[in-house]
């Protein structure tokens, strides 16, 4: 099975910062790698797709990108609305793995 | 715009079977572009992969939850289902239904909080 390492587990900024999640995966995954944004008793909402392909709707200051077995999430100036708990997820062979979250709280 | 419904008992006993449906609404189940899913999130933890099932029938289901997960598709009522045997309450679990495109979840259901306890 595939592992998925996500770091920091918590995370605390301001207003303005610039914030990078990380996820690894423990074997090759290509690019298959999903960001989802989770805010108390709401579903996921997908953010990025593909490692780094912004889901139609999702604010440009959102991007993903890849680095092997290596992907990070990266909220260029983070807003009010964007506090809440980030997963990674990754495809391989039908199926899914999702990393453990990272919560974004206000610093 | 695709909406998903999950329904389904809160309560289920322990060693009973769990059985949650996803009613699919703005499209078709039967499309080739959509694939079907299950993930679940116990109160207060992460997200977990349940399986999937994919245009033609196909299912693929998480190798720790394998020998107790079933995933169905009912076209002639567009939806989909989770059947999860010999339930403990390790499963209580919110559980959620998605739409599958390029190996992410596109659209979701609320969530259907589901409690194992006699």
């Known amino acids: 099975d595939i592992q998925m390492t996500q770091s920091p587990s918590t995370l605390s900024a301001s207003v303005g910062d610039r914030v990078t999640i990380t996820c690894r995966a423990s074997?090759?995954?290509?690019?298959?790698l999903a960001w989802y944004q989770q805010k108390p008793g709401k579903a996921p909402k997908l953010l990025i797709y593909e490692a780094s392909s912004l889901e139609s709707g999702v604010p440009s200051r959102f991007s993903g990108s890849a680095s092997g077995t290596e992907f990070t999430l990266t909220i260029s100036s983070l807003q009010p609305d964007d506090f809440a708990t980030y997963y990674c997820?990754?495809?391989?062979?039908?199926?899914?793995?999702f990393g453990q979250g990272t919560k974004v709280e206000i610093k | 715009q695709l909406q998903l419904q999950e329904s389904g008992p809160g309560l289920v006993k322990p060693s009973e079977t769990l059985s949650l449906t996803c009613t699919v609404s703005g499209g078709s189940i039967s499309s080739s572009s959509y694939h079907w899913g299950w993930i679940r999130q116990p109160p207060g933890k992460g997200l977990e992969w349940i399986g999937s099932i994919y245009y033609g029938g196909s299912t693929y289901y998480s190798p720790s939850l394998k020998s107790r997960v079933t995933i169905s598709v009912d076209t002639s009522k567009n939806q989909f289902s989770l059947n999860l045997s010999s339930v403990t309450a390790a499963d209580t679990a919110v559980y959620y239904c998605a739409m599958v495109r390029g190996g992410a979840g596109r659209y979701w259901g609320q969530g259907t909080l589901v409690t194992v306890s006699s």
């Open positions: 074997q090759s995954i290509s690019s298959w």
């Open positions: 997820q990754q495809y391989d062979s039908y199926t899914w793995t």
